[in-house]
Nanobody, 123 residues
Framework: QVQLVESGGGLVQAGGSLRLSCAAA????????MAWYRQAPGKQRELVAS???????KYADSVKGRFTISRDNARNTVYLQMNSLKPEDTAVYYC?????????????????WGQGTQVTVSS
């Protein structure tokens, strides 16, 4: 099937930057959309940014102007560049991908999640 492997989280001071990466691996035929979500303690998971294949990007209002999502389609990888980080950005960040993949000779479609990477912003 499909596996998503994230990297790049960590601890940073307010005002700093981090870059998250998420690589998709497996019997992938195509990836329709990739996105980043986050979940802070005691809160619901929320969409941070999304990038459909060939479409326009979408950002949560809270990160507009500070975060940038990008994709390397040749490497099936999505990135999230996070600048001017704030303590309220502290959360576990999850990568999501809507993929078509091969299984037993058939083309299938599924929605996949990474394992999550912790981002902590200190004040």
């Amino acid at each position: 099937q499909v596996q998503l492997v994230e990297s790049g989280g960590g601890l940073v001071q307010a005002g700093g930057s981090l870059r998250l990466s998420c690589a998709a691996a497996g019997s992938i035929f195509s990836i329709h959309a990739m996105a980043w979500y986050r979940q802070a303690p005691g809160k619901q998971r929320e969409l941070v940014a999304s990038m459909p294949s060939g479409g326009s990007t979408k950002y949560a209002d809270s990160v507009k102007g500070r975060f940038t999502i990008s994709r390397d389609n040749a490497r099936n990888t999505v990135y999230l560049q996070m600048n001017s980080l704030k303590p309220e950005d502290t959360a576990v960040y999850y990568c999501n991908a809507d993929c078509q993949y091969w299984r037993a000779g058939s083309l299938r479609r599924g929605d996949y999640w990474g394992q999550g990477t912790q981002v902590t912003v200190s004040s």
